[in-house]
Every structure is written in C-alpha cells, then in structure tokens.
C-alpha cells in the first residue's frame, strides 16, 4: 500500500537562522570558540547562560560587557567535572530563564605528551573534563529539555583528534572519541523527543591557546597537511554551532561536522 505524499509542502525552515526566545547553555562560556557561538547565537535572539570554571572567574565582568541587553546573559560558575556543580548550575539557568532549549558543550582540557611519558593525572584530567564534563552537561540539559517537553538542541564541540592520529594527543584524542560514541547513543535515545545530538569536530581553531600551541615550524608542517592550506578561525566554528542550534538542522542528529579544511581527504 502506498502513501501520498505532498511533495510540495515545506518544513518550514527559517532562512535567517532566528533563535528569538530560545535559551542557550555554553560551558567553558569564556573560551573563543564559546565566545564566537555567543555572539551569533545573541546576535539571532538567544538568551545565553555561560557557565564558566572557577579559575576564568576575573573575566566575568568584562565578558557580560560585551552584550548589550544583560537580561539576555547570565554567567555562571560551574565546574563541569562535578555533578553537583553542573546540576545546580542548570537549576539556575533554569530558575533565571525556565527552561533550555541548547546546550553547546565548550568546557574542554588538553595537555599534549607522548603517550610513553602520559601521567595517569593527565588522562583523568582529559575524561574528566572532555567526557565526563560533558555527559553531566548533557544529562541535565537533556532533564530539563523533555520534562518541557519542547526538544533542543545538544552541539558538542570534539576535534578532529578524534578521527585522525596526532602525535602527543593519546588523552585528549580519546576523550574526545568518546564523545562522538556518546553523542551517537544520545541522539539515538533523544530522539523520540524532539533532540538533536550532534558534533563539531574542528582542525587546529585560531583561538590564542590553539595559536601558541601551534605556533613556529610545527604549525607550518601541519598547515602543509591541511588542503586549504590554514588553520580555522573561532567564527567559522561558531557558524556550524549556529546552523545546528537552527530549525534548518532538525533532521539532522548522530552527525560529526568535520571543519578541517580537508585534511581527511589525505
């Protein structure tokens, strides 16, 4: 038996990517890819709660004073490896603006040694913050998203270090392989309510820690290793987590974005 389909009815996709009235959660909200998904996503109507580590707490002030309308941002202290921490954090986002509606997972850790010389400290460090950090987040933003009952949106930001093998990235490269077998199953379970679960996985992103740490001949040799011949910056970064904070990405879910300039094509 067939089924008639009215191939000529829309979706309804908003061409101008508006996320008027939708609220946005972005751990490590401090950081320069978190700061370019900030200003896009503020830019487009988003309420923003930027939830940030207790050591980036000198830059709250001038932070929030990049945004016009204060009532529209909220940054909060939250130390994502500690599930107390990010549960009363999202109590408070959600008692400051009633729900969620996205959660863009910024918060990361990445120290780079030979995996012969790896401390055991050093890996827990990369889990706890990469992967454990970010299931607490989605967890809860997942809580809050199907008891309103309203779907969302769950954008996790990897690496290419996940699908690639670098030198000296044994901890980060695994942590952050994780997260795309996480958000896989995420998307899997969150769908029957509306949820997208998906993954941004840049190259070497011009942020000034991703700067310094390339800087010199290693960033020029690894640059002759990507096809379009640079390195990404915070705002093309920033532009793929606005799409897929978008009514234009609702089918899409379980998917990795790879922004690495082609490097995979080699």
């Not at 994502?80 to 969620?100: H, M, P």
Request: net charge negative.
């Amino acid at each position: 038996m067939s089924t008639d389909y009215d191939v000529n009815l829309k979706y309804g996709v908003d061409p101008n990517e508006s996320l008027e009235g939708k609220v946005a959660v972005v751990t490590g909200g401090f950081g320069g890819i978190a700061m370019a998904s900030n200003r896009l996503m503020y830019q487009k109507g988003a309420k923003l709660a930027l939830l940030y580590p207790p050591f980036e707490a000198p830059k709250k002030e001038a932070t929030l004073k990049e945004f016009g309308d204060q009532s529209r941002v909220v940054a909060i202290e939250c130390d994502v490896t500690s599930a107390d921490s990010v549960r009363k954090a999202f109590a408070e986002v959600k008692a400051k603006f009633g729900t969620v509606d996205i959660l863009v997972t910024c918060a990361g850790y990445v120290m780079l040694q030979p995996m012969l010389e790896t401390e055991l400290k050093e890996w827990e460090t990369h889990m706890a913050v990469n992967l454990t950090g970010t299931f607490l987040s989605a967890q809860e933003a997942a809580r809050i998203m199907t008891a309103d009952k309203h779907g969302g949106k769950i954008i996790f930001i990897a690496s290419q270090a996940a699908t690639v093998a670098l030198d000296n990235h044994v901890a980060y490269a695994t942590s952050k392989a994780g997260v795309l077998g996480m958000s896989k199953v995420m998307s899997k379970e969150l769908a029957p309510y509306g949820i997208c679960v998906n993954t941004i996985s840049p190259t070497v992103v011009l942020t000034p820690m991703g700067a310094k740490a390339w800087d010199g001949q290693k960033g020029e040799d690894m640059k002759k290793m990507i096809p379009m011949g640079r390195f990404a910056y915070t705002d093309e970064i920033g532009a793929a987590v606005l799409f897929l904070a978008s009514n234009g990405s609702d089918m899409i879910t379980g998917v990795d974005i790879l922004i690495d300039g082609g490097y995979q094509v080699w």
